[in-house]
């Protein structure tokens, strides 16, 4: 099997790099013998702006405004790595674009626009990142500065009917607040189900992607200790204020899309092989794969704060529920 790829897609200033620097950081920490970055360089850019953004979350032991953090990304970004096994490696890649290239304002849309979606169909997981106060403030009136409707067109365009399988996550970010509380969390899952109709229905048993879609719903807490402060309106455009909450950097979650990611790329080369047990001998030469699986796995959560399942439990591997 070829490389397997995955794009981040949202619009400028969403977090795409901050989530895939975060979820980085988890694997480098927790797994790091199973991963080997296949440009050293991208990935310690990626390392470091992690370190900037924790440094400057964690400048504080009161309560401040809390700007800037990483850069915007001014181009393609590519983070190769390997997943590797004892006996054969798979080969994955995270495609990071400039938000703007979705932007319908961008004057070199055509272009910028037709490579990541080209990108989106050759990824067998797309990670659509939702800025959620647009979703969450004013009742959802400004949730098309969340781009959902160029995200959802690229999620659309990158199926096709015989293209096998894919996932896509759903991924709320900048929801500290509203996962603080229970009765939050669960307005957040449902204004992301609410906006994000046409991706959710591409899952439904209506459509011809039924059974060959996954989709969940994992809102992560990037920063943990950044929460929204403010949302005003100015001249007619909303604008964020977050401040840090006086506590330390302590991300949430931030694993478990790349857990899930993973788990349903591995239930791929999976289904290729004869058997489960045949397909981890084949790629990892038994043993290894069987604890990385394990750990990767393990650590999978379901149903946790403002998170679902949509559709494709079973690609994502987990076990079938009890009792059903
Ligand atoms: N509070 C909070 N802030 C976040 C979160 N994720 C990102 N941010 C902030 O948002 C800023 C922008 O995030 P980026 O990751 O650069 O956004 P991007 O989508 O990569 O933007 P472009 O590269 O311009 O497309 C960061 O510097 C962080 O300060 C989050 O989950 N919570
Ligand atoms: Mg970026």
Not at 9 to 23: E, I, V
Not at 116 to 144: C, F, H, W
Not at 219 to 232: A, D, S, W, Y
């Amino acid at each position: 099997m070829n490389e397997l790829h995955f794009t981040v897609l949202g619009p400028s200033g969403c977090g795409k790099t901050t989530l895939l620097a975060c979820m980085n950081e988890y694997f480098g920490r927790v797994m790091s013998g199973s991963f080997e970055a296949g440009d050293t360089e991208i990935f310690k850019r990626l390392s470091d702006a992690y370190t900037r953004l924790k440094d400057k979350a964690d400048d504080n032991g009161h309560e401040i405004i809390f700007s800037g953090g990483i850069e915007g990304t001014d181009a393609e970004k590519q983070y190769p790595f390997t997943l590797k096994g004892s006996r054969r490696n798979i080969a994955l890649r995270f495609f990071d674009f400039p938000g703007g290239w979705i932007d319908p304002r961008d004057p070199e849309k055509s272009i910028h626009f037709k490579r990541v979606s080209e990108t989106a169909q050759s990824s067998k997981v797309i990670i659509a990142v939702i800025n959620s106060p647009y979703l969450m403030q004013y009742d959802g009136k400004y949730r098309n500065y969340a781009g959902i409707d160029e995200t959802e067109y690229i999620i659309e365009n990158s199926l096709t009917p015989d293209g096998g399988d894919k996932l896509i996550l759903l991924v709320p970010v900048k929801c500290e607040k509203y996962l603080t509380n229970g009765k939050y969390a669960e307005l957040l899952r449902g204004a992301v189900k609410k906006y994000f109709t046409r991706t959710i229905s591409l899952a439904g048993n209506q459509s011809p992607y039924y059974g060959k879609l996954a989709v969940a719903i994992l809102p992560v807490k990037t920063m943990g200790n950044v929460q929204l402060r403010r949302f005003e309106v100015r001249d007619g455009e909303p604008v964020l204020t977050f401040g840090t909450t006086g506590s330390v950097f302590r991300p949430e979650d931030t694993d478990q899309p790349l857990r899930y990611a993973l788990s349903f790329l591995l239930g791929q080369y999976m289904k290729r092989r004869s058997g489960f047990t045949a397909a981890l001998d084949w790629v990892f030469g038994g043993g290894n794969l069987d604890k990385i699986i394990a750990s990767i796995r393990e650590g999978m959560r379901e149903n946790f704060r403002g998170s679902e399942i949509i559709a494709g439990r079973e690609l994502l591997g987990f076990p079938p529920r009890e009792g059903v």
